[in-house]
DNA sequence: TTGTACGCGTTATCAA
DNA sequence: TTGATAACGCGTACAA
């Protein structure tokens, strides 16, 4: 009873290129040579190929094409939190390579949760990606999963927050060359005496900017005096007691430029300031860090380093794609300096550009 | 010559079901079933499967699995722009729904161009996704690029961007519930005398908003007098010009309360309020659309209408899920109601809530 | 230029 | 409970 069926009255099947083979007169090579535009096959011949895959609605099954091409011409994306605006503008700038190159993305998020990305992890492996962007979520602890993954050869790299050390590309901000480069703007336009409110020493970022800041003063023989560094923490209300401390001086010794941690600091920072009666930038000029959208919302808007979240994720999309096609990048940490926007808090013209690099 | 041989020393193969198999002493449809825990395997044989399995580093092949059950377990999503602040928060919502369904998400972007989107929706179809979620693109014209993806048997549901009467499910905020609850709102806080400054009636939403305000006006028996429909479009500069039309009125002509059709003409407004020397809401309180990022940060927070993306998503997943699964929804139109942010500027008493559904 | 056989890794089906 | 076989739809390798 067991005989060749292959006309099933299954009207909710898809078509394939045995049915445009069919139709055609030709075989099913001949209609895959066809759509896929390799160059011996004849130009009648392609045509009516071409025609009546069209006229059936034909669309050649991708599943079945990387089964045999071991190659899904997909890239698997993991971020902690899809809504951070960080990753969205990081999305779009992986979206922009990987477009360009024929890869599709398959968005995952981990809601921060270690056991979601382990997760995400596995399914993007079994799916057969072609390789995987990934920013971690705070709650990992164990790099084990990350270290199975590149040993079965999945390519890797690591986005804004990166880990090191195993084997994987990594791509990231300089925090601390971003802080000497507020910290020269300022420099560069006359002030000398800058103080620095800073954030947790225990946290990476934290001890990168204070470390800039250093450089950066360092560099032009700048003192800093110890009562100049003073701790704030990533809040507004930090921000402000710290540098209520600092308007306690004497004004002599008063700094005349500060540069925040990050923006919440700056506003707590500039709010102590107006309440004491001076002028910013004019009595003391002011810079942050992370581009807050209501830093260009203050009564005085605030200049800031941005974080060029759309170069990360384009860097980084750019390595994977490159390691998938084999040229593997010779770094494996791939640092950006992040964009200075210029506002009117510290001083400078602005007609003198709103962005640099 | 020809002959089998499984046995080429192709050391960067990634290891089946097979290799599996052969280490436990089974059939490869023994692992599957131990895989797949079905129910008729031996609990001893499972357990040998599956330690041999994470021994040997095995994750089953997606590719292959979905090839032989027409089924990816994906999902599409077109949006025309990533970063627009509304498709994260949606994207967000629609993550929610297919990770619990255990479907995954592939995501690509328009970048409002309808060729783009075309080849989007193609490339989708081939990867043999179970269903599509699409918000179309500016720049659209023609349906037919849909109605051939239907008429194929594509699960296609449309969000936010919603094309309508083609047979898909169509998941979008209702504009005119929206400003007619907006309206309502004033009214309720005794407010008689309430103008609208209009947007582009060619427009659905200038239209819709529009018609939802005169809606809530004539289910209060309030007249809305001629001059009380102001054009200002969607921008600052005409919500403050329509605003200077209406303040031009005599003092016992003009409204109380202005409803505007989106939160730049409202803040356009507010600013020509300010200037005539009144006080927001005191004098005349404001409403407007969209929860702008600026609309909380205003000197006056702005009461405005926010709409739901997290929710829209949802839905919109939901419906499709439901589709893909057998369960078409009733209708094909899902209207949302929008959530009414409540701010100082339309004088409510702020500890009477944040939020309102 | 075109066609035939085979394999990609899995699951359904049926037999043992 | 387990195994052998035949798909799923395509591309490679070879033959015609």
Redesign the pocket.
């Known amino acids: 009873m067991k005989q060749?069926q292959?006309r099933q009255p299954d009207p909710a099947?898809?078509v394939?290129?045995?049915d445009v083979a069919k139709k055609t007169?030709?075989?099913?090579?001949?209609v895959?040579?066809a759509?896929?535009n390799r160059?011996?096959?004849?130009a009648a011949?392609r045509k009516k190929v071409l025609d009546a895959a069209r006229k059936l609605g034909y669309s050649?099954?991708h599943v079945?094409?990387s089964?045999?091409?071991?190659k899904t011409h997909t890239i698997g994306v993991v971020v902690p939190e899809i809504t951070h605006s960080f990753f969205p503008e990081a999305i779009r700038g992986i979206e922009e390579v990987t477009y360009r190159s024929g890869y599709h993305l398959i968005l995952t998020h981990s809601a921060e949760d270690a056991k979601r990305e382990h997760d995400a992890l596995r399914t993007l492996e079994s799916k057969r990606v072609d390789g995987i962007l990934i920013s971690t979520a705070q709650s990992v602890t164990d790099d084990s999963v990350y270290r199975e993954a590149i040993g079965r050869g999945v390519p890797l790299v690591f986005f804004d927050r990166v880990v090191r050390g195993i084997g994987a590309t990594c791509v990231s901000i300089d925090d601390k060359e971003s802080a000497r480069m507020l910290t020269n703007h300022l420099i560069g336009h006359g002030y000398r005496r800058i103080a620095h409110l800073s954030g947790p020493t225990r946290v990476s970022i934290g001890r990168a900017r204070l470390e800039g800041f250093r450089n950066a003063m360092d560099d032009h023989q700048l003192s800093v005096p110890p009562e100049f560094v003073v701790y704030s923490g990533f809040h507004e209300t930090g921000g402000y007691k710290a540098m209520r401390m600092l308007l306690a001086l004497p004004p002599e010794r008063r700094p005349r430029a500060v540069v925040a941690v990050n923006d919440p600091a700056a506003f707590g920072a500039m709010m102590a300031i107006l309440e004491a009666g001076l002028r910013i930038p004019d009595d003391i000029a002011i810079g942050g860090f992370s581009d807050d959208i209501r830093a260009s919302l203050m009564p005085i808007p605030l200049t800031t380093v941005c974080q060029p979240a759309y170069e990360v994720g384009n860097q980084a999309a750019q390595a994977l794609v490159n390691i998938i096609e084999g040229n593997p990048p010779q770094r494996d940490l791939i640092t950006l300096g992040a964009d200075l926007v210029l506002r009117r808090s510290c001083g400078c013209q602005p007609s003198e550009g709103i962005r640099r690099g």
Do not use: E, F, I, Y
């Open positions: 060749k292959s099947r898809r394939t290129a045995q007169g030709v075989s099913v090579m001949t895959s040579r759509m896929n160059g011996n096959v004849d011949t050649p099954d079945a094409r089964l045999v091409l071991r």
